[in-house]
């Protein structure tokens, strides 16, 4: 599948909120198409200039748009990330078997909710990494075009500023991920493991989980059709080794072939 086609599927899959964050891939291409139908760049044309101006602007608008969203997602998921953990705190202080009125009735309910939001989130900051990832790929495969097509030389210098921007680095999401694993594998018994993959086979067809394992799928598929790092290849995908993302092997780097 062609990127344009993947990444509006992943724009129509995406949550209905994230859906004007993403690369205007398309927009892009047209004034790659109009920049390559200027004079050559040895004439050192003003057409072919501004042309070249406004291609290199836009790519900074689409980079602080990134930014500013990815930022946002993940200072949101900092603060409900601790929200989660004195929920089960308040929980198991107040309904627990050692609370100050244990009650399993009320500690079972409760934790279910508990446990239902923290897969919610889990797929949510998931997501957010596939955004960055298929964000990244759209702006590193553009700038390949612009070369190729024009004679360039915008593709290395402006992936080595993308890769210090905040929307690439996906360290604190990562961790955040490996920590509702951890909570899910701590707090819930290993005995629910299998009726939580039941659970999962079953509403893989619904709401955010589905949208999870189309993320996941499509991380693994842009890391398909060869195992060659570059200067241009996204690092492995730093994600926990759970049922779900271990079966689908995501730990190839990312060419931009």
């Given amino acids: ?7 509006k599927q992943q724009i129509q899959d995406s949550l209905p909120e994230w859906r004007d964050k993403f690369l205007s891939y398309k927009e892009l291409k047209k004034l790659v198409k109009l920049i390559s139908a200027a004079p ?21 608008i689409e ?5 500013g969203f990815f ?53 949510e900051m998931v997501l957010l990494v596939n955004y960055s990832n298929i964000n990244y790929t759209g702006l590193a495969k553009i700038l390949k075009k612009y070369d190729k097509r024009t004679g360039g030389l915008l593709r290395l210098p402006f992936i080595q500023k993308v890769l210090v921007q905040p929307f690439f680095t996906t360290d604190i ?11 899910i594998d701590t707090v819930f018994p290993a005995e629910e493991a299998a009726e939580r993959a039941k659970e999962a086979i079953v509403v893989a067809g619904e709401g955010i989980f589905r949208n999870t394992v189309k993320a996941l799928l499509t991380m693994q598929e842009i890391r398909k059709g060869s195992s060659t790092e570059s200067p ?25 072939v």
Avoid at 73 to 91: G, P, S, Y
């Fill in 1 to 7: 599948m062609k990127f344009g086609k993947r990444l």
């Fill in 40 to 60: 050559t760049r040895r004439n050192e044309s003003l057409e072919y200039g501004k042309a070249e101006s406004d291609f290199v602007y836009l790519l900074d």
């Fill in 63 to 67: 980079i602080d748009k990134f930014n």
């Fill in 71 to 123: 930022m946002e997602q993940e200072e949101e998921f900092v603060i409900r990330h601790e929200n989660l953990k004195q929920k089960i705190k308040r929980v198991v202080d107040l309904w627990g078997p050692n609370g100050i009125h244990p009650s399993e009735e009320n500690y079972k309910e409760e934790m279910e909710k508990i446990r239902k939001a923290i897969v919610d989130f889990h797929g």
């Fill in 173 to 183: 999401i990562s961790n955040l991920v490996k920590e509702c694993e951890s909570i």
């Fill in 232 to 256: 241009f290849s996204l690092p492995p995908l730093n994600l926990p080794d759970s049922d779900l993302i271990q079966s689908i092997q995501l730990n190839a780097a990312v060419p931009i």
